[in-house]
């Protein structure tokens, strides 16, 4: 028996402000997308508001005639929730939730409130709560118990209510425990994988809503949820995948993650990393393009850009640019695919291209890599640092004598490391 519980959606006002950094069509686009992001987290946005402006106004983000215009359109809309792009300062958000006395929210905040909404597995949670609680600490004043309700956004998942009247030496202990639960997490992932060493890893990554899901499920059968929301998928799903031409068969392993935005927040990424460690441990990442979306160049810079910040900037890459059946002709992908040397144009949903894919899979897969156990002086730190960049560490001890590594790396790079070795691992 379904119980039909009627939630009434909060009624938003989004609110962009320009920079030097961007175009005004940009800007817009950055304002459309943060629209999408307020409906997603269950929002009903009813205005959309800009102002072109050279930098934010320290005190309030906008200037004071368009605070007063933002003031009558939420008397007369009956809005209860201000969404502002880019991130506030702590007394941004102080002085706005006091002049515009509703709730008020930034883009991380928003963000932050979609990942708690969705979260499901315990590690998701943990991840998210972590985030919150990063988000909150420079934001803790006597303001506190003001920010927690608010910070509580739409479906007002705070970090909790018992953390409300606590002051940040709790949040700060609450924080070291996140970390702890989440390394024993790691630990335990780990340990999984471990038996998985000898298959080639491929990672789908890209901008939310590009298709990552619905690409997984076409190659291999999968039943993750596809969604036209933002962020549908926060947990990793691997499956295997029979990659195979007319000589060679291969069985490798695929993995489906988080997508990736713009401005995605610091403390997100960072408390997301037990999420995205298959990512950091693929051999071949798969970067799909929603290419039929106005801002897909944009979003491949932001995606790129993510990849660098968690430390896979330099694995090799097969771009493919998604949904070419929503295009009305392929000039585009033409183009595209004399830039970039790895790339397909595919339709993931009508299954367009998805054997010259697969046949792509199959060639940059063959690049080997092979595990090795070594034993590394400290004289050798320059090796070491070219194991974590190309590479990828499977298990460390720092020793007196030097470091003890299982590392997965390039055929390449075991030749250079041959003087190191242990043992075969
Ligand atoms: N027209 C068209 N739509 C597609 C194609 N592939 C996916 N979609 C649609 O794009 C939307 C997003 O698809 P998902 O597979 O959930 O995207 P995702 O990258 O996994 O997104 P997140 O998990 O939210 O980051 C859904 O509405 C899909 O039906 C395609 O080839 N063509
Ligand atoms: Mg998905």
Redesign the pocket.
Known sequence: MHEIVNIPRERAIAVGVGSRAFTREESLEHLEELAFLAETAGAEVICKIFQDRDKPDGATAVGRGKLEEIKEMIEEDNIVLAIFDDELTPAQMRNLSRELNIKVLDRTGLILDIFASRARTSEARLQVELAQLQYLLPRLSRMWTHLSKQFGGIGSKGPGETQIETDRRMVRDKISLLKEKLSNVAVQKAEQRKGRDSMQRFALV?Y???????LMNALTGAEVL????????LDTTVRVVELSDSETHKTVLLS?T??FIRKLPTQLVASFRGTLAETLEADVLVH?IDV?HPQFREHIRSVVETLEAIGAGEKPVIMVF??I??LPDLDLVHALQADYAQSVGI????GINLTTLQEMMLQMGDERHETLHLHLPYSAMKELANIYRTGTVLDRKDLDDGIELTARVTTDEARHLRGFVLEAA
């Open positions: 890209g939310t809503n590009a298709g990552k899901s619905t596809v969604e036209n929301k933002l962020f549908a998928t489906d988080v997508g799909v039929s998604n949904k059946d929503a339709s993931a949903q009508r």
